[in-house]
C-alpha cells in the first residue's frame, strides 16, 4: 500500500513540475463523466485475468508434454523438445499473434475469433517456457528419486505422476508465478486484434477524451495493482508448499 502512495506521489509531482495541464476530471468519482470513463476503464479487467489464466493454464500442459520427451534417451524426441522450444522462443509474440488472426485463414482457411486468436498466441508462446521450466525442474530430482521409483516396479509414466512431478513443481513453482505475471503484462498485446482486455479498453477511451497521458497512467496503475495481487497469493502459495 505504501508503494503505491509512492508511485502516486511521484506522477502527482512530475505534473507539478512541468507546464502540463493534468485533467483528472475525465477519471473523476465524483462527475457522471469520469465515473463512467472508471466504469469503461475496470471493466477490461476481466477480459484479461480470464485470458491469462487460459493461456497459462494451457501453456503448462502443452510445456509439460514437450518436456517429458527431451527426458527420453531417443534423439528423435530430444531432438523434437529442442526444436519445439528454439523456434517458438524465437517469435515475437506480437508476430505470432498477427499471423494466427490474419495468416491463418489466408495460409490455410482457419480461422478464429479475437479472443481465441489472442490464447492460442499466448499458449503458444508461453509453452515453450513452460516447457524449459518442467524440464530444468524434473532434472534437479535426484536420480535416486528415479532409482527408488523403478525398483518399486512403476512405469515410466506411474513414476512421474506419483513422485517426480510433484516434487519438481515445487521447485519450478516460482519460476512458473513469474511467467504467470509475465503472461498477464505480454496480454495487453492481444488488444491489437480488438480483444477489449485493459489496455484496448484505454485505447478507445483515448480517442475519445484526448487525454492519453491521464488514461495511460491509470492503465499502469492498474497492471501495478492486478501483478502486486498476484505476486502477493503466488508468494502465498509457495510458503504454504514449502512447510508441507
Known amino acids: 500500500m505504501k508503494f503505491l502512495k509512492i508511485i502516486t506521489l511521484f506522477f502527482f509531482l512530475q505534473g507539478c513540475s512541468s507546464n502540463y495541464e493534468w485533467g ?6 465524483e462527475n457522471i463523466e469520469g465515473l463512467t470513463n472508471l466504469k469503461f476503464l475496470i471493466s477490461g479487467i476481466t477480459t ?5 489464466i487460459v493461456s497459462i493454464i494451457l501453456a503448462m500442459i502443452i510445456g ?13 524426441l530430444s531432438y523434437f523438445n529442442i526444436t519445439y522450444v528454439e523456434i517458438v522462443r524465437a517469435i515475437p509474440l506480437l508476430v505470432l499473434i498477427l499471423w494466427i488472426y490474419y495468416g491463418l485463414p489466408i495460409m490455410m482457411g482457419i480461422s478464429f475469433s479475437p479472443f481465441v486468436s489472442g490464447i492460442i498466441a499466448l499458449t503458444i508462446s508461453e509453452s ?3 516447457a524449459e521450466i518442467f524440464r530444468a525442474g524434473i532434472n534437479s530430482i535426484s536420480k535416486g528419486q528415479h532409482e527408488v521409483s523403478e525398483s518399486l516396479g512403476m512405469d515410466f509414466w506411474r513414476k512421474m505422476r506419483l513422485v ?3 516434487q519438481a513443481i515445487k521447485v519450478v513453482l516460482p519460476a512458473m508465478g513469474n511467467q504467470f505475471v509475465y503472461v498477464l503484462k505480454m496480454s495487453s498485446l492481444v488488444s491489437i486484434i480488438g480483444i477489449g482486455d485493459l489496455t484496448r479498453k484505454a ?3 483515448v480517442t475519445t477524451t484526448y487525454r492519453p497521458l491521464e488514461i495511460y497512467t491509470f492503465l499502469i496503475l492498474e497492471y501495478l495493482i492486478l501483478i502486486l495481487v498476484v505476486s502477493y497469493f503466488v508468494r502465498k502459495l509457495e ?5 508441507e
Open 64 to 76: 509439460l508434454i514437450v518436456a517429458l520427451p527431451s527426458l527420453s534417451n531417443n534423439k528423435f
Open 164 to 166: 517426480i512431478l510433484p
Open 24 to 29: 483528472w476530471y475525465i477519471l473523476s468519482p
Open 203 to 205: 485505447n478507445e477511451l
Open 128 to 130: 515453450a517456457f513452460q
Open 48 to 52: 484479461t485475468v480470464y485470458i491469462s
Open 239 to 243: 510458503n504454504k508448499l514449502k512447510y
